[in-house]
């Protein structure tokens, strides 16, 4: 059986739209973290997250943290852990406390908060209180 130029042509054609039909253009913007972060932890703060902590209480902070880590997330922005024994979880409470806590972090600590940060605040039963996606 002899393939014209024709149907080979049809042929090639039709094999380029099965391969670019998957292709697609994406930026960071359109990625979320890789992996959501817990829901809920454990209600003890690690250790050098409790003396950033006591840092951050001594200069001010909110007394009822008692866990503050730093990571780095996506794209290499900071991934901020807060562990606080306040169980009031409206947002007025965490409006202060992630101005108070990124405040710290880049006067005390020199985090670099300039292309946005992610931040997990954790209540004093374990469970995730807020999650915030401030990447710019």
Known sequence: MKATPRTAAVLACAGVVLVLSGCTRTTDADHAPATAGPTATTTVAPADAARTAGRYTRSGGAQEVYGIQQGTGPGGVPLLTVWTRDPDGSADTFDRLKVSVTGFLEREEGVRL???YLLDV???DGSLQHRLDARL
Do not use: E
Request: proline share 17%.
């Open 114 to 116: 300039n292309r946005g």
């Open 122 to 124: 954790f209540g004093p």
